[in-house]
Structures are given as structure tokens and as C-alpha cells.
């Protein structure tokens, strides 16, 4: 059986990132994966690394 994952939303915010330079670093483009990592944070609390930056992306989707 795998083992859960040491840093969990990892994939997410490597999701992003790919997004991000794909689309020239606009997150309105963005949206789903931003979405999904946001998701990720609520399910283990925040307690990831990549969670911290989630707040932020968000804010700027709303501009």
C-alpha cells in the first residue's frame, strides 16, 4: 500500500507553477488548479508548505 505523501498538495502547487508559465504568469488562467490546491489545503488543514501561497493566488484571480 503506498505511503500518504510527507508534503501533501505537492502535486498541486507543481500544477500551478506549469500553469503559471504556461499562460505567462496569469492566474486567472489558472483558476482550476488554484481551485484544486485550495481544496487540497482544506482537506489536510493547512498543514502543507504549499498551502501558504494559496491565499494570495486567490486574490489575484478576483482582480
Given at each position: 500500500?503506498p505511503?500518504?505523501?510527507?508534503?501533501?498538495?505537492?502535486?498541486?502547487?507543481?500544477?500551478i507553477?506549469?500553469?503559471?508559465?504556461?499562460?505567462?504568469?496569469?492566474?486567472?488562467?489558472?483558476?482550476?488548479?488554484?481551485?484544486?490546491?485550495?481544496?487540497?489545503?482544506?482537506?489536510?488543514?493547512?498543514?502543507?508548505?504549499?498551502?501558504?501561497?494559496?491565499?494570495g493566488?486567490?486574490?489575484?484571480?478576483?482582480?
Amino acid at each position: 500500500m503506498p505511503q500518504p505523501s510527507k508534503e501533501p498538495c505537492k502535486k498541486e502547487a507543481c500544477d500551478i507553477q506549469a500553469c503559471l508559465s504556461k499562460n505567462m504568469f496569469d492566474s486567472r488562467k489558472c483558476v482550476k488548479v488554484i481551485q484544486l490546491l485550495q481544496s487540497c489545503c482544506e482537506q489536510c488543514e493547512y498543514k502543507s508548505t504549499h498551502c501558504g501561497s494559496v491565499a494570495g493566488l486567490l486574490k489575484n484571480i478576483s482582480k
